[in-house]
């Protein structure tokens, strides 16, 4: 049951206060109260995109991995409500990559994926987000972005090294001639950028 210092905690949360955080903490909130969806402050936080308070709950410890009655994070909610800023603020403090939400079985990185939030996949990549799990269905992050014929996001996953064949088996092969024909073509891109560089050195080469 949910006190009134933990209300107030609550209630600074949700205002994105750092300052009644601090006083809501002072008089003896709980940082790590559930309310009766299992939500702790810092799931709050994340889900209202409040990064003024998400930061004041981490600098006083807060757990970051925490999940609710469904297994998602503070990062999953930061990335599902399109709270990029929030989002890449948990990464940066270290959040847990690669937690699975218990039905789905989805990660951060598939739900950035679904959400095309380039940004985010980018610093999920680079913070070594795993990029080859499979959800519930046997899907990847690779998959998601097939399933919504996001060529753009293909490309960036197979080039930081997605495995084609990742996914269940049924999955891969409804999607291998996306996979090779993106591939092919980020591969033409890249030849027409190396021509394109060769010819303008070329003209431009100081004559002798």
Request: proline share 2%.
């Amino acid at each position: 049951m949910v006190n009134s210092l933990d209300m107030a905690l609550l209630n600074a949360v949700k205002n994105d206060d750092p300052a009644a955080i601090h006083t809501a903490l002072d008089n003896g909130a709980d940082l790590e109260f559930r309310d009766m969806s299992f939500y702790t402050p810092l799931i709050w936080a994340a889900r209202e995109g409040n990064a003024k308070a998400l930061q004041c709950l981490i600098d006083a410890n807060a757990e970051l991995d925490a999940q609710n009655e469904y297994g998602e994070t503070a990062l999953i909610f930061a990335t599902t409500t399109r709270h990029t800023d929030c989002a890449k603020i948990l990464i940066a403090q270290g959040a847990a990559l690669d937690i699975k939400t218990f039905m789905s079985g989805c990660t951060a990185l598939m739900w950035a994926v679904q959400r095309d939030d380039a940004s985010l996949v980018d610093a999920l990549i680079t913070a070594g987000a795993d990029l080859d799990l499979t959800d519930q269905s046997g899907g990847t992050a690779l998959t998601w972005a097939a399933e919504q014929n996001n060529h753009r996001m293909i490309a960036k996953l197979l080039a930081a090294g997605a495995d084609p064949d990742g996914a269940f088996p049924e999955k891969t092969a409804k999607y291998s001639d996306i996979f090779a024909e993106v591939a092919a073509r980020t591969l033409r891109e890249k030849a027409q950028k190396h021509e394109n560089l060769r010819s303008y050195i070329k003209r431009h080469k100081p004559s002798s």
